[in-house]
C-alpha cells in the first residue's frame, strides 16, 4: 500500500500567528471568561457569600435565644 503524497508547507511561525488569530483565540473566548466577566463574577459571588453568612448569623442568634430560654425553663421546672 503506497501512502499518497501530501503537499504541506513546513508551518512557520507567520502561519502559526496566522492561525491563532483567526481560529484559536476565538476559540478560546468562547469558552474561557474574560478579566471583566471573571471579576463580575467574583463581586457576586461574595455578595452571594455575604448574604448567606449573614443570614446564618442571625439564625444562628435566634437558635442561641431559643437555647437560652429552653435552659432557664428547665431551671424553673426544677426549682418548683
Known amino acids: ?5 501530501v503537499n504541506q508547507k513546513p508551518l ?11 481560529v484559536f483565540l476565538p476559540a478560546l473566548d468562547a469558552h474561557l471568561a474574560t ?3 471573571f471579576k463580575e463574577f ?8 455575604n448574604e448567606n453568612l ?6 444562628l442568634k435566634k437558635l442561641d435565644t431559643l437555647l437560652i430560654e429552653k ?3 428547665e431551671h424553673r421546672e426544677e426549682k418548683k
Not at 500500500?1 to 503524497?5: E, G, I, R
Request: charged share 45%.
Open 1 to 5: 500500500m503506497k501512502k499518497a503524497k
Open 42 to 49: 467574583k463581586k457576586e459571588f461574595k455578595e452571594f457569600k
Open 35 to 37: 478579566k471583566t466577566e
Open 12 to 22: 512557520t511561525l507567520g502561519v502559526l500567528v496566522e492561525y491563532n488569530q483567526k
Open 71 to 73: 435552659v432557664a425553663r
Open 54 to 59: 449573614t443570614n446564618q448569623d442571625k439564625m
